[in-house]
């Protein structure tokens, strides 16, 4: 030992080779070969972790050696891929009706939910020419329901909004409008359409997806092939969303096909249009309550009414409309009966002695009334989803009309397959958690086809 130094262990002065001990000259040069190698993948991973700028690093890998993971890196392919394919398939196309209805003309009444900026909204479409109404929800909530025409093709002859608060009914609210198709537009060959409205209407009618406020949820209805003096009620109404609370559901949509049908005798039994985000599924009750124009709460439970279901996490199962609902309309020979209290049968039915509902109204649903895909529609015709996100994938928006009216085609809403690679609504193309309903309407009785 020179200069009275002690001499350290192997360990501290080389700790890559700490544990080797003196070998023959053969075993040395061996584990010299490993010293270098381990150094050599050391340098490696130090070289290329200064070689790569820091801020371009992920922010969990910024002071960890850079992993070159295949698994992972096709991983992140496959999710490029699926996002590309989405993009490249997620349009939506047209279903017709077997009728030749060749000859008719656009014209345009637009139906939106939980709208927030209306002001906005109506200064954005009176450049395409359409003029709107508003009816803002009751309580603390801070949006409504809005319902916009093409105001040279239609005139507004009377407004009247539903508050349901002033029944005990939650801070929902409806609108129902009586239009008159205006005379100077009815023989025209071709609808007038602005720039603006072939973008935003004509080529996919309410391209929902380009319009910047969010949480609008529009139904959009074309009546074509129109003749002189015809006027129809057009109601808009968004339903409570509390599935467990059947009683106030069903009282709600009492009191909308009440004002609707009251309505369409006061102006000479004119035509209904109604639409809207119900909160319930196809072939509900609430949903039967519409088709068949009675139902019978005591066969029915009041959690159930709309078989509305909430799902938790986006990664669990999920299970929407396309099943076979049958099973909830098996008739037994002794039906099973559910207790109902004062209380909910006055909110449902509006007394407490009434068990039974009924309205006037002679309604259809327009998406069955069109033929479609099975990729888009259940097995009673009605699109397999509306509304697409993280806790639900289901239908619960609708078209309904009267017998006097019928569908010419609709617009498909979007395959499943091709809504779950979206990842879920809004996305960049869809702006908001509901697909839009678009039905083309034409009267029965006008001396057509039809």
Same mark, same amino acid.
């Given at each position: ?67 070159? *993971?295949?698994?992972? $890196? %096709? ?8 996002? @590309?394919?989405? /993009?490249?398939?997620?349009? &939506? ?100 359409? *602005?720039?603006?409205? $072939? %973008? ?8 929902? @997806?380009?319009? /910047?406020?969010?949480?609008? &949820? ?233």
């Amino acid at each position: 030992m020179r200069g009275g130094g002690h001499r350290l262990p192997p360990s501290v002065h080389h700790p890559v080779t700490a544990g080797c001990k003196r070998k023959p000259f053969a075993a040395r040069n061996q584990c010299h070969y490993h010293v270098q190698r381990r150094k050599l993948v050391i340098k490696e991973e130090i070289e290329t972790l200064i070689s790569s700028r820091v801020d371009e690093l992920p922010y969990l890998n910024r002071f960890r050696p850079i992993q070159h *993971s295949r698994r992972h $890196k %096709k991983k992140r392919e496959k999710l490029k891929r699926g996002k @590309q394919l989405a /993009t490249e398939e997620d349009h &939506r196309e047209w279903a017709f009706s077997t009728s030749d209805l060749s000859r008719c003309k656009d014209k345009f009444i637009i139906c939106f939910q939980e709208v927030d900026h209306f002001n906005g909204l109506n200064n954005h479409l009176k450049e395409g020419g359409f003029k709107g109404v508003y009816k803002a929800r009751t309580g603390e909530a801070y949006d409504g329901c809005a319902m916009f025409w093409k105001d040279d093709l239609f005139t507004l002859l009377h407004q009247e909004n539903i508050e349901f608060q002033n029944f005990g009914l939650r801070h929902n609210v409806a609108q129902l409008c009586v239009l008159k198709m205006n005379q100077n537009h009815l023989n025209s060959d071709v609808a007038t359409k *602005s720039s603006w409205g $072939k %973008k935003f209407i004509c080529s996919f009618p309410l391209a929902r @997806q380009e319009y /910047t406020f969010q949480n609008i &949820r529009p139904c959009e209805f074309q009546f074509k092939r129109i003749p002189p003096t015809r006027s129809l009620v057009v109601g808009n109404i968004h339903v409570l969303f509390n599935p467990k609370r059947g009683d106030i559901k069903l009282g709600q949509m009492r009191l909308f096909l009440e004002k609707a049908h009251k309505l369409s005798q006061d102006w000479g039994n004119i035509p209904v249009v109604l639409a809207g985000d119900l909160n319930s599924m196809p072939q509900s009750a609430l949903y039967q309550f519409l088709a068949s124009s009675e139902l019978d709460l005591q066969l029915h439970d009041r959690r159930k009414i709309s078989r509305h279901v909430e799902y938790q996490s986006q990664h669990r199962a999920y299970i929407y409309q396309n099943e076979d609902a049958s099973s909830s309309w098996v008739s037994r020979s002794r039906p099973l009966v559910h207790e109902w209290s004062n209380e909910e049968l006055r909110l449902a039915t509006g007394s407490d002695r009434v068990t039974r509902l009924q309205h006037h109204l002679k309604l259809c649903s327009a998406y069955p009334g069109t033929p479609g895909s099975y990729r888009t529609r259940d097995n009673y015709g009605e699109p397999l989803a509306t509304s697409y996100h993280s806790e639900f994938m289901g239908t619960v928006d609708y078209i309904w009309h009267t017998e006097e009216l019928v569908p010419v085609r609709v617009l498909e809403t979007l395959p499943v397959d091709i809504l779950r690679k979206t990842g879920g609504l809004p996305s960049e193309k869809w702006g908001s958690d509901h697909l839009a309903l678009v039905c083309e309407l034409a009267f029965a009785d006008d001396g057509s086809s039809s």
